[in-house]
T-cell receptor, first 112, second 114 residues
Framework: GNSVTQMEGPVTLSEEAFLTINCTYT??????LFWYVQYPGEGLQLLLK?????DKGSNKGFEATYRKETTSFHLEKGSVQVSDSAVYFC???????????FGAGTRLTVKP | DTGVSQNPRHKITKRGQNVTFRCDPI?????LYWYRQTLGQGPEFLTY????????KSRLLSDRFSAERPKGSFSTLEIQRTEQGDSAMYLC????????????FGEGSRLTVL
């Protein structure tokens, strides 16, 4: 079945460091891929998405590229800020399927 | 836009008791989802409504769990005869469109079964 595997955390970085959070997926079809973020005390919210191979999703300085050949959707940011501290979830959804599958989440802490 | 609202935010109950959670989605969203999240894990899909119709249920949703969305607006998730393994965060999400994949989540209702 469909599944998502995320890099285990927690991840602790200094401000302005480069961030990569790895995500790989298993799917029977051609899913859309997502990164959701959960800030402390808030609900999950969509950070970015990509709907087909080679698409790049981007938002708030974060980027992720849908790599079909490596079944990956790694999240990157060139220079993190303290305000980026949150839990990040990779997710996939098959077309016309209501069951969105989430990874286990990666907690990021950015220190000043 | 008040977002997705869930209550209660935290419920502590004894094993064997029944509990009910309520979700008020974003008003114009016709799709509503329930997820369960345990510590250190991502959300797991439980069930989905389109308007008042419950169209999908995960096999995670045992017969002790029942969800309703009587008028296509708010939804309730009831757990009967709670067990310690039911302790988790129960998340509600809504969306307007299946194909954008954007779910709007509430802050969740945390259940602790003693």
């Amino acid at each position: 079945g469909n599944s998502v595997t995320q890099m285990e955390g927690p991840v602790t970085l200094s401000e302005e460091a480069f961030l990569t959070i790895n995500c790989t997926y298993t799917a029977t079809g051609y899913p859309s891929l997502f990164w959701y973020v959960q800030y402390p005390g808030e609900g999950l919210q969509l950070l970015l998405k990509a709907t087909k191979a080679d698409d790049k999703g981007s938002n708030k300085g974060f980027e992720a590229t849908y790599r079909k050949e490596t079944t990956s959707f790694h999240l990157e940011k060139g220079s993190v800020q303290v305000s980026d501290s949150a839990v990040y979830f990779c997710a996939l959804q098959e077309y016309n399927n209501n069951d969105m599958r989430f990874g286990a989440g990666t907690r990021l802490t950015v220190k000043p | 836009d008040t977002g997705v609202s869930q209550n209660p935010r935290h419920k502590i109950t004894k094993r064997g008791q029944n509990v009910t959670f309520r979700c008020d989605p974003i008003s114009e969203h016709n799709r509503l989802y329930w997820y369960r999240q345990t510590l250190g894990q991502g959300p797991e899909f439980l069930t989905y409504f389109q308007n008042e119709a419950q169209l999908e249920k995960s096999r995670l949703l045992s017969d002790r769990f029942s969800a309703e969305r009587p008028k296509g607006s708010f939804s309730t998730l009831e757990i009967q005869r709670t067990e310690q393994g039911d302790s988790a965060m129960y998340l509600c999400a809504s969306s307007a469109d299946l194909y954008t994949g954007e779910l709007f989540f509430g802050e969740g209702s945390r259940l602790t079964v003693l």
